[in-house]
């Protein structure tokens, strides 16, 4: 098996929020902590992306580098994990995340933080599978049970996909090879819209957000 | 009292000096170790028994169904 990855096909996320509500309901997930959001390019602008962003779980993931502590890891699937018992709650990681994947609840008064959260591609964490503990700190363990991240599984147009990274690329190839679309089949210009669209957007005379 | 000058001057140029050295002042940098409680494999639970074969197929076969083009026949 290659390594779990998540990938968001921006032709077909309609910014339901779907994805976002699925894991904080799944993970039970506290106020203030959004593992999973929607960001959206140049909104309300005829034209605009959506892509449904959370921890990317990179194969080099720049936070297990500057944790202090050591105390996140690779899994043998490519999940990055953490241990919460032995984070600090410093905020390193989340300075050096490009993706502002970790997340601090606010644990105390005058703003004080909590332990790290993130997403977990629905995995726990260090604790017994599937048990009461893993569940109170890092969530459901969806993995352990043969499934994958509810908030790939549950998207309602089949936008955000998560899994084995050879079946996921496999599923967005060939959809993008029925959308046709010449050489620029994937790419950039795909994903984030095409020149044409750029121009429709300069024409309507509007600025983006 | 012009030899005296030249020495204390030598003796100052070589004290000053003496700090003078070109060394590398960048750690070369190491990665830490994970220090937290290990984790075990998703497949080893009751549910899996240890099968990491039959795990791999749960999770593909989940992934699939991703897949609109191959889904519902």
């Not at chain 2, 009751?46 to 791999?56: L, N, S, T």
């Amino acid at each position: 098996m290659a390594r779990m990855k998540f990938l968001c096909d921006a032709e077909r996320c309609i910014e339901c929020n779907g994805c976002v509500t699925a894991c904080k309901n799944e993970h039970d997930v506290p106020w203030g902590v959004n593992r999973r959001r929607v960001v959206t390019l140049n909104d309300g602008v005829p034209g605009e992306r959506s892509v449904s962003v959370a921890c990317m779980h990179c194969s080099d993931a720049p936070c297990i580098a500057v944790c202090p502590v050591d105390c996140i890891y690779h899994t043998e699937e490519g999940v990055v994990l953490h241990d919460k018992d032995l984070c600090i709650g410093c905020g390193y990681c989340f300075y050096a995340c490009p993706f502002g994947a970790p997340q601090f609840p606010q644990a105390g008064a005058f703003g004080m933080r909590g332990k790290m959260d993130k997403c977990t591609f629905c995995a726990g964490g260090p604790e017994v599978d599937g048990s009461e503990e893993e569940f109170r700190k890092y969530g459901r363990n969806r993995l352990a049970e043969g499934k994958l991240p509810i908030c790939a599984e549950m998207c309602a147009t089949k936008a955000l996909l998560g899994g084995d990274s050879d079946v996921i690329s496999d599923i967005f190839r060939k959809r993008a090879t029925m959308r046709g679309g010449g050489a620029q089949l994937i790419g950039w210009a795909t994903a984030y819209g095409r020149q044409e669209r750029a121009q429709e957007r300069k024409g309507a005379g509007e600025g983006g957000k | 009292m012009k030899k005296s000058v030249l020495i204390v001057s030598a003796m100052l140029a070589a004290f000053g000096l003496a700090a003078c050295g070109e060394r590398p002042q960048v750690n070369v940098y190491q990665q830490g170790k994970y220090q937290g409680k290990a984790d075990t494999a998703p497949y080893d639970n009751p549910a899996f028994g240890k099968d990491k074969a039959k795990w791999e197929a749960a999770v593909r076969a989940r992934g699939q169904g991703q897949d609109e083009y191959t889904r519902g026949g």
